[in-house]
């Protein structure tokens, strides 16, 4: 499966933007989604997944309550949409997924198959 995501931008702290990623090639229904992110110099780190069916999601702490996963499975489109950004939230922001029974949504990178290119989201205090 290939992923495609879109969406990032420059915007002030407080803001929000809204990422898509765009699955081709495959049934998107067998994969559990994840976003991930990178802030130069430090790890790739675990943003939010969301299960097969769309009924269950999870979030890194740092981005609980701001930031909210969502998928669509007529569009083949994940979302993550984020709210009362944050300088820290700076990062590149890359979806993934994963190829799992209905029950598991893995929040480990190393569970994740296939990667899309990343998008650039910049938070300017």
């Known amino acids: 499966v290939q992923l495609q995501a879109s969406g990032g931008g420059l915007v002030q702290a407080g803001g929000s933007l809204r990422l898509s990623c765009a699955a081709s090639g495959g049934n998107a229904r067998n994969y559990a989604l994840g976003w991930f992110r990178q802030a130069p110099g430090k790890v790739r780190e675990f943003v939010a997944a969301i299960s097969r069916g769309g009924n269950s999601d999870f979030y890194a702490d740092s981005v609980r309550g701001r930031f909210t996963i969502s998928r669509d499975h007529a569009k083949k489109t994940v979302y993550l949409q984020m709210n009362n950004l944050k300088p820290e939230d700076s990062a590149v922001y890359s979806c993934?997924?994963?190829?799992?029974?209905?029950?598991?949504?893995?929040?480990?990178?190393?569970?994740?198959?296939?990667w899309g290119r990343g998008t650039l989201v910049t938070v300017s205090s």
């Open positions: 993934a997924a994963a190829r799992v029974i209905m029950t598991v949504t893995p929040r480990s990178a190393d569970e994740y198959d296939y």
